[in-house]
């Protein structure tokens, strides 16, 4: 059974800096892609950022300011978040596509002063 626990979330200043982390477990394969999705309060979830391999792709919103990054090892994906800015306030998820979609419960990350 997959299962995936998101960490790291909070609150925040504009301009600051954040990690989350995600933390798989149950069988995972070095080589599935892993990510993280956003939600804000009355909108679509969003993807903001993605690891294939040593690919990563990033949404136009994020790039120059957010970083994925995997430990195979620890089976965990972090997204350092930097310049945080108030229209980041979001529930953060994390997904693993590995013979389907997994999904963890989200961490909620608020940037205001």
């Known amino acids: 059974q997959v299962q995936l626990v998101e960490s790291g979330g909070g609150l925040v200043q504009p301009g600051g800096s954040l990690r989350l982390s995600c933390t798989a477990s149950g069988g995972i394969n070095s080589l599935s892609p892993m990510g993280w999705h956003r939600q804000a309060p009355g909108k679509q979830r969003e993807l903001v950022a993605i690891i294939i391999g040593g690919t990563t792709n990033y949404a136009d919103s994020v790039k120059g300011r957010f970083t994925i990054s995997r430990d195979n090892a620890k089976n965990t994906v972090y997204l350092q978040m930097n310049n945080l800015k108030p229209e980041d306030t979001a529930t953060y998820y994390c997904?693993?596509?590995?013979?389907?979609?997994?999904w963890g419960k989200g961490t909620l990350v608020t940037v205001s002063s």
């Open positions: 997904l693993l596509v590995q013979r389907g979609n997994y």
